[in-house]
């Protein structure tokens, strides 16, 4: 059998057994016949004579192209799912996948706020002293010192601040409850507000509330963090979730332990928290490139 027919085969599982969506289909196809192609020039038609080093040097023609690392390895899926049909069919014996290394993408650092920039949330006179003012003030003022999620802060209700033991229970992702301390400043700020919530809506279920009195949307959190961090911020990205990241930094930066900062965030694997620590070896060396008389040194004569 040829590839060009092994490809064509697979071509119909997919679209009339399977009946993947017709964008799908084409992705696969457009992979699969670029493969072909490739091996084409080589002299390689027929599917017996496909090996492992075909499928490297594919891959490595497009690495040295400047295709990302996702795009490629997103080419090497759809080849082995063309293989894995093809041996599940008898049309092919070899698992040539084990031998073909997918390239790492490189892992994103999270965005966080400079902790210069988060001081002004503290400024006098940033938030308007009425309810929505002072709410908005809470809002970013918890989300930066809890690190908790978007949907957690919505999801508070007044009893979930516990201002004696200095405490807020969240529910986190799976339904997971966890408490999150708090300080003593931050304690004073939730009974302030909600005490002018009850001035304002009278009793209600929800610590965070709209202009009505109802429960605050996720959408309500992220428009309040771009009405004030974008003007705060230099950040490349402004969102409530930077908050969280902004937490976990801040905290290693002086010094945090990292199996606590792991339980207040709610992560349930290390390796989710750690990443952070990525992030303040990025912020160290910033730091000693533009403050350490060395390395100011080698810039000056870099630069002459």
Not at 30 to 45: I, K
Not at 260 to 270: C, F, M, R, S, V
Request: glycine share 6%; charged share 30%.
């Amino acid at each position: 059998m040829t590839i060009h027919e092994s490809i064509e085969r697979f071509h119909d599982y997919i679209a009339t057994e399977q009946r993947l969506a017709a964008g799908t289909v084409e992705n696969y196809m457009r992979d699969l016949c670029d493969l072909e192609a490739f091996l084409e020039r080589d002299g390689v038609t027929a599917l017996e004579e496909l090996d492992a080093r075909g499928l490297r040097g594919w891959q490595m023609e497009h690495m040295e192209e400047g295709e990302s690392a996702g795009t490629v390895k997103r080419r090497l899926s759809s080849v082995s799912s063309w293989l894995r049909f093809l041996r599940r069919h008898g049309l092919y014996d070899r698992d040539l996948m084990a031998k073909v290394s997918a390239p790492r993408q490189p892992r994103r650092l999270p965005v966080f706020f400079k902790e210069k920039e988060l001081e002004h949330l503290y400024d006098e006179g940033l938030f308007g002293d009425d309810f929505e003012g002072r709410r908005d003030r809470l809002m970013l003022r918890m989300l930066y010192e809890t690190g908790m999620r978007r949907s957690e802060l919505t999801g508070l209700r007044d009893s979930s601040a516990d201002l004696y033991r200095l405490t807020i229970k969240v529910l986190g992702k799976r339904n997971k409850e966890r408490l999150i301390p708090i300080e003593k400043e931050l304690a004073h700020n939730i009974s302030d507000y909600l005490t002018l919530k009850q001035q304002t809506f009278g009793d209600t279920e929800w610590m965070f509330v709209d202009r009505n009195g109802r429960q605050a949307t996720p959408g309500l959190v992220y428009r309040t963090v771009k009405k004030y961090m974008t003007g705060l911020s230099t950040a490349d990205r402004i969102s409530p979730h930077v908050f969280r990241h902004s937490f976990a930094t801040h905290i290693l930066n002086e010094g945090g332990d990292l199996l606590a900062i792991k339980e207040i965030l709610g992560h349930e694997d290390l390796a989710t928290t750690e990443v952070y620590t990525h992030v303040t070896r990025e912020h160290l060396k910033d730091v000693y490139s533009h403050a350490h008389p060395r390395s100011r040194a080698k810039n000056r004569k870099g630069t002459k």
